[in-house]
C-alpha cells in the first residue's frame, strides 16, 4: 500500500542553520506529494506540492524536488527562523486512492534563537 | 487563515456518551474528509464524502462513527458511544477533486473522552 517515511521524528537547529527533512515515498501508481506544516492549536496547512518527476515545490524559503528514481521528497531551508518551529509532514495522494492522503509521522523542528 | 470551519474547538465527554462535531468546508469544495490525530501526531483517515456521497470510509468510521454532509448544512461527524482512546483532535479538511488535489484543513475538534 502507499506510504510515507520521514527519517526524522524531531530536528533541533539554531536560526540561520540549513535544513533537511527526509522523505521517502511508496505508492503503486504516480503520487502527488505534499509537504504540509502544522502549527499548535491549527491544523495543517499545504507548504507546497509537486506531481511530476524533477518537480521543485517551493514555499517561503522551502523547498523540495520530487525524485521518482530515488522515491524521495526531501525538505530543505537554507536559513531557518525561529517562526519556522512547527512539525512538518510529507504526504502523498495517488490517483487510485480516491485523493486519501497518506502522511508520513512528521518531523517536530525547533529553531532556537 | 483557513477557510474551513469546524466546531466546537473543544469537546469533552464521558465514556458512553455521544460526542458530535461538525464542519464547514471551504466554499465550492465539494469534497470533504475527516482524519483523526493521536497525540503522537499521527493521522487515521476516516472517511470522505463528495457532495453527500460516502467515497471511502474504514471499518471503525462504520461501526462506531456517523457522518454525514446533507447540503444546505454543516457536515457532521458523531461518535456514537466514545471510548477514551477516541481522545484526539479530529480534522475536517475540504478539496476541489477527488484525485491528487490539495486538502485544506480546519483547526480541528480536540475531543477529550473522560
Known sequence: GDSVTQTEG??????????????????????????????PGEGPQLLFRASRDKEKGSSRGFEATYDK?????????????????????????????NNRIFFGDGTQLVVKP | NSKVIQTPRYLVKGQGQKAKMRCIPEKGHPVVFWYQQNKNNEFKFLINFQNQEVLQQIDMTEKRFSAECPSNSPCSLEIQSSEAGDSALYLCASSLRRAQNTLYFGAGTRLSVL
Open chain 1, 10 to 39: 524531531q530536528v533541533a537547529l539554531s536560526e540561520e542553520d540549513f535544513l533537511t527533512i527526509h522523505c521517502n515515498y511508496s505508492a503503486s501508481g504516480y503520487p502527488t506529494l505534499f509537504w504540509y506544516v502544522q502549527y
Open chain 1, 69 to 97: 528514481g530515488t522515491t524521495s521528497f526531501h525538505l530543505r531551508k537554507a536559513s531557518v527562523q525561529e517562526s519556522d518551529s512547527a512539525v512538518y509532514y510529507c504526504a502523498l495522494s495517488d490517483l487510485n486512492s
